[in-house]
């Protein structure tokens, strides 16, 4: 029997499966386990099952001790581990990717209607009281049909992304690291530009590429001026990719129509400018918040661990 440490509070399916095989050390308190209670729990773990709001560095991999094995990230996205740390312990760092596609791409594309069509301004009139009613000019959007979606990382969400956007009449460009499947891009009639000819052809930028050095303020000022100023920015993937202030500006002069985000450079604090701002939709990180999703982004997570718990090679490993 292996000792399985949870860092957060997870569907009791996933921890029922851990503990038919192991002893499990769950947090779940009502907030995120503070550093130290975790710094302290890791210690003698064979296996910590990490939720993305904890940092698993270094520090944390020496203070869980020589014989721990796996970090199971209940995430697809993995910047909270540092993986060639894991790497060089010989701990395998494992991710949850598929099982919240779908999810994530419903929030893209809720965000993307929700900018175009003003809804959250919408909502908030009639919440705020002040008297409306239906005008030929209130409240005007912009319509999706024929219009350019411009996906940054074409992996599984963006491509599902893509899959929705065509279905609401879009045109699809991505930019991607490599070329994706020819059947793939042939169905959602996508092409592939850089991200130069990418910036300046979409109605509507959507993020879909991991976090890491390389994607760091991806979009900043320079990028915000070679969109279209009637274009839209959509972030379901990691805030740090925008330079927050940089956007922040460029919504308030008006140089882009809009945003739509579910991510935030720190989060879970937002750039106050943002606040201030009509022309920004803000989302609190929903991406894969369903029950479904959360659900099997956790039996995965288990199934990461405890298959390398048991000698054999993991459903999804990182490194
Ligand atoms: C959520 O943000 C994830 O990476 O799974």
Known sequence: MSRVVVTGRV??????????????DAWDGPESISRAELLRRVAGADAVVSLLTERIDAELLEAAGPQLKVVANVAVGYDNIDVPACTERGIVAANTPGVLTDATADIALSLILMATRRLGEGERLIRSGQAWKWGMFFLLGSSLQGKTLGVVGMGGIGQATARRAKAFGMEIVYQSRSEIDPGIAAELGAR???????????????LHCPYGPATHHLIGAEQLAAMK??????????????????????????????????????????????????????????????????????????DNALAVLSGEQPPAPIN
């Open 229 to 302: 100023s009637s274009a839209y920015l959509v972030n379901t993937a990691r805030g740090p990719i925008v330079d927050e202030a940089a956007l922040a500006s460029a919504l308030r002069e008006g140089r882009i129509a809009g945003a739509g985000l579910d991510v935030y450079e720190h989060e879970p604090r937002v750039h106050p400018e943002l606040l201030e701002l009509e022309n920004v939709t803000l989302v609190p990180h929903l991406g894969s918040a369903t029950v479904e999703t959360r659900t099997a982004m956790a039996m995965l997570a288990a």
């Open 192 to 206: 592939r530009a850089d991200l130069d000819e990418l910036l300046a052809v979409s109605d509507v930028v959507s």
């Open 11 to 24: 569907p009791e399916i996933a921890i029922e499966k851990l503990r038919a095989e192991h002893e499990v």
